[in-house]
């Protein structure tokens, strides 16, 4: 019991990202507040990308194309498996959900996957953590281009993102990405002791954009538009969506023959989706009340996988002998 109920409580940083929601619902920005409030987003995204490539070793990459066909396996978990279920159930969806919100869970589905959180529950499950960090990396770093690309794509018949927003990518993300790289050179080692600081400025431009978002979709009468019954159906489709993909991903990995420890990487990497990447992405591809509903389904998606993972993560971990993970 003492488990379960710690497995449940929730983190942290979902209590502040909860916490932001209720401040931008009471206090939202207005004003000349707005404006510079707008500024200070765009500023902490370039800032977040550039610490992010100044973080991310090239290495890490490069060593992905050594076990390829693990690699090959999660990115079709992440940018394949996912947005043809967003596809397969899009009649369905659009008709339960308010349309923002199935807008929000077709975003979702084309997200690239987490970097510390599929790492860590690999480690606790006792899989193969190199593979984990390099699927990872390499996931993040394609997610800068395809994840656009497959939302533009998946939502251009709709009218909801255009090509032209690849502008806004390029220099808000992309742009700060490459910079960071060629600045690694220098600023490597020093990023990667603080790590303190990276937490910090990843969570509190996370924040920052949600305050942001909400507060333009609370001005827009999100309240209005999206009830209980709505947030409850957000949760049962989270929990249906990522049920469906750890069976599948669990499905391909024995299929495929991989070994204990390869799976536990394909599942945690193949599974779980980017909050880091998502906010920033989902403020630079969609107009700000607008984003504020939308990214609803990526917040609630964010806090089931952490609980699911965490669980299934310990059973592996369970199952797995001591020499065999030594």
């Known amino acids: 019991m003492n488990r379960l109920v710690s497995a449940l409580r929730p983190d942290s940083f979902t209590l502040m990202i909860v916490a932001t929601v209720g401040l931008a ?6 004003g000349a507040l707005v404006p510079l409030l707008d500024t200070a987003v765009k500023a902490s995204v370039m800032a977040l990308f550039f610490l992010h490539g100044a973080r991310l070793a090239r290495e890490a990459v490069l060593q992905a194309i050594g076990h390829w066909r693990l690699q090959l396996s999660i990115l079709g978990l992440t940018y394949l498996l996912f947005p043809s279920i967003a596809l397969l159930t899009g009649p369905l969806g659009s008709r339960l959900l308010e349309p923002t919100l199935y807008l929000g869970f077709v975003f979702l589905c084309c997200l690239p996957s987490t970097v510390q959180s599929s790492i860590a529950f690999t480690s606790v499950g006792r899989g193969n953590v190199p ?24 939502l251009a018949r ?62 827009a009468g999100v309240w209005q538009r999206v009830s209980v019954a709505d947030l409850g159906l957000v949760v049962v489709a989270s929990i249906v969506l990522l049920a469906t993909v750890l069976v599948l991903a669990v499905f391909v990995a024995r299929r495929l023959g991989f070994s204990r420890e390869d799976e536990v990487a394909i599942v945690f990497c193949g599974s779980m989706k980017s909050l880091v990447t998502g906010m920033p992405m989902a403020n630079v591809l969609f107009p700000g009340a607008q984003a504020g509903i939308l990214v609803i389904p990526m917040i609630v998606f964010h806090q089931v996988q952490l609980l699911a993972c965490a669980v299934l993560a310990r059973r592996y971990g369970n199952r797995t002998s001591a020499p065999r993970a030594e």
């Open 25 to 30: 619902s009471v206090v939202p920005a207005s």
């Open 131 to 154: 593979a984990a960090a390099c699927a990872a990396s390499a996931s993040n770093l394609l997610g800068i281009v395809v994840t656009p690309l497959l939302t533009g794509l998946l």
């Open 158 to 219: 709709q009218g909801q993102v255009t090509f032209g927003a690849m502008g806004s990518i390029v220099v808000l993300l992309l742009l700060p990405f490459v910079a960071g790289q060629v600045a690694r050179h220098w600023l490597g080692d020093w990023v990667s002791r603080r790590r303190l600081l990276l937490t910090t400025v990843d969570r509190g431009a996370i924040l920052l954009m949600i305050y942001a978002a909400f507060g333009k979709a609370v001005e």
